[in-house]
């Protein structure tokens, strides 16, 4: 069938810089790049190219660049380019739309629209990163109120606290599983958060054994297709996380096709080669909270009721009613994902229409549970599109015990967002499994990155903390005083529980 679709992107070589040397051609796995013998120069066909940069940043003589290809169609308010391309793929393929990464439209970041207070006449910090600032956090269910300190026949106190995590600042990794990233991706964030003093994330396609050293630092998840779920594993890691939902796609599971579940993978998630690997929405066993509860205490019992239980769902309507049933369901944490969380793939019209930002979910569930009087029977972690420390700052704020990243974590090493994971042929080696492309990924480096990225948020913000005239995070957490509005809405104000700027 014609294709009707112009390309999206442009490659510009300038001749002159051009050595011939091919590098394009190597590092690029869609074949954009091709040296033709007769013309003794480099062509290149833009149909193919996903604008991942590898090719840009790797030539050695800084010959490309890649630049929009400013196709465009009859100007038309109601039909867009991109509507019309979309179309035509679909009327090309029969299929579903599909993407990867998060939501990129133009909806409103919130946290963009939020400022932090600063002390004047009282005393901000005179060195936050001399002076001590302390960015620990602990997540876990906490008692209620104070009571009598019990202690045992020695006259040792005893410590009745639910199983806690304990981490050096409030982030950790999010959930990316081996088989949606590759094994160098997986090692470089599982030595990185153990370095770090955080943890990361299995996801839901089990645990390889190589990471198991890991374990102290390692969230282990179980989604609904229990792949790679035993008891070994449940008591692998540091806590147990039940995926209910995420943010990229709320209301649908996750699907690894087929193609990618091969050799270690198979095994880790304990399923054929080749077949497909399907989460689905739903937990065959869970259809209530009463249901979850169920869940949540099975799990506790495998791990002798020594890890955290965190239950993972995505940011959507009715939140706080949601959040409040699970806070009552035995789970020491929640985590909620944002509308803009990232994905290894889903379908482009869920991804882009469904759920709801994170910072309206944060202030939304942390307002419900302190009403309610049960905001300490769990911490809350949040994540959908934490891009820098002033974010993490803002979520701590509006009443986050500590963020997930992920896109951020993928960034750091290398990720250049180009959107096409679901193709398996990322040229920056992290969502795919070819081996020659996971090869291009050193677990060194990856981890290096992530830990440099990690040690410069801290610097950040202590910084921060320390302009507020606050030394501790958990001084921060909830406390909306520090946060002015700029260009939002009564409605949203209100929802975020913050004043205008100028109030
Ligand atoms: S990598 Fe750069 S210099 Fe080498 S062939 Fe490609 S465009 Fe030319
Ligand atoms: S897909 Fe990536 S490596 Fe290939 S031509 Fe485009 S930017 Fe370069
Ligand atoms: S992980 Fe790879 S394929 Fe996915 S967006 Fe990043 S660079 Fe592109």
């Given at each position: 069938m014609i294709n009707y679709i112009y390309p999206e992107y442009e490659i510009v070589r300038n001749y002159d810089k051009c050595i011939n040397c091919r590098v394009c051609a190597r590092q690029c796995a869609n074949q954009v790049h091709d040296y033709v013998e007769k013309l003794s120069k480099m062509l290149c066909d833009?149909?193919?190219?996903?604008?991942?940069h590898r090719c840009v940043v790797l030539c050695p003589t800084r010959a490309l660049k890649i630049v929009p290809s400013g196709n465009t169609y009859r100007t038309n308010a109601n039909w867009s380019c991109k509507t019309i391309d979309e179309l035509y793929k679909q009327s090309e393929s029969g299929g579903v739309l599909l993407s990867g990464m998060g939501n990129p439209e133009d909806y409103p970041v919130y946290f963009d629209k939020i400022l932090l207070n600063a002390s004047q006449v009282t005393n901000p910090s005179i060195d936050p990163l001399r002076e001590p600032m302390e960015t620990k956090v602990s997540l876990g269910a906490r008692p209620h109120g104070t009571g009598c300190v019990e202690r045992d026949s020695q006259g040792r106190i005893v410590n009745n606290l639910p199983p806690q995590l304990s981490l050096s600042m409030p982030v950790m990794f999010s959930a990316m599983s081996y088989g949606s990233i590759s094994y160098n991706a997986h090692k470089s964030l599982a030595r990185a958060a153990t370095e770090l003093g955080i943890l990361y994330n299995t996801g839901e396609g089990g645990l390889h054994e190589d990471f198991c050293q890991y374990g102290k630092n390692t969230v282990v998840q179980v989604a609904s297709g229990r792949f790679g779920v035993h008891v070994g594993y449940l008591n692998s890691g540091a806590a147990v996380e039940i995926k209910m939902g995420q943010g990229a796609k709320p209301g649908i599971g996750g699907h690894l096709p087929g193609t990618k579940i091969v050799g270690d993978i198979s095994r880790t998630r304990m399923i054929p080669e080749g077949s497909d690997a399907i989460s689905p929405a739903p937990h065959h066993d869970i259809y209530s909270i009463e249901d979850l509860r169920q869940l949540v205490y099975s799990l506790k019992e495998a791990t002798e009721y020594k890890k955290p239980v965190i239950v993972k769902i995505a940011a959507v309507h009715n939140i706080s009613a949601i959040a409040s049933g699970i806070a009552r369901s035995g789970a020491d944490i929640i985590a909620i994902d944002g509308f803009r969380g990232g994905t290894g793939a889903a379908p482009t019209r869920i991804r882009d229409n469904v759920g709801i930002p994170i910072e309206l979910a944060l202030a939304s569930v942390d307002r419900r549970l302190r009403d309610e009087g049960i905001r300490t029977n769990v911490s809350l972690v949040v994540g959908g599109s934490i891009r820098s420390s002033v974010d993490v700052i803002k979520a701590v704020a509006l009443g986050a015990d500590c963020v997930y990243i992920a896109t951020s974590a993928l960034i750091a090493m290398g990720c250049h967002l180009c959107r096409s994971c679901h193709s398996g042929k990322c040229n920056w080696g992290i969502a795919t499994q070819i081996p020659e492309l996971v090869k291009r990924l050193n677990s060194d480096i990856g981890s290096e990155r992530l830990v440099n990225l990690m040690n410069a948020w801290r610097h950040e913000i202590k910084e921060m903390m320390g302009l507020m005239g606050i030394n501790s995070i958990e001084s921060l957490k909830g406390n909306r005083l520090m946060l002015r509005g700029v260009g939002l809405n009564e409605k949203e104000l209100e929802i975020l529980g913050i004043k205008h700027a100028g109030e």
């Open positions: 833009d149909s193919k190219c996903v604008n991942c």
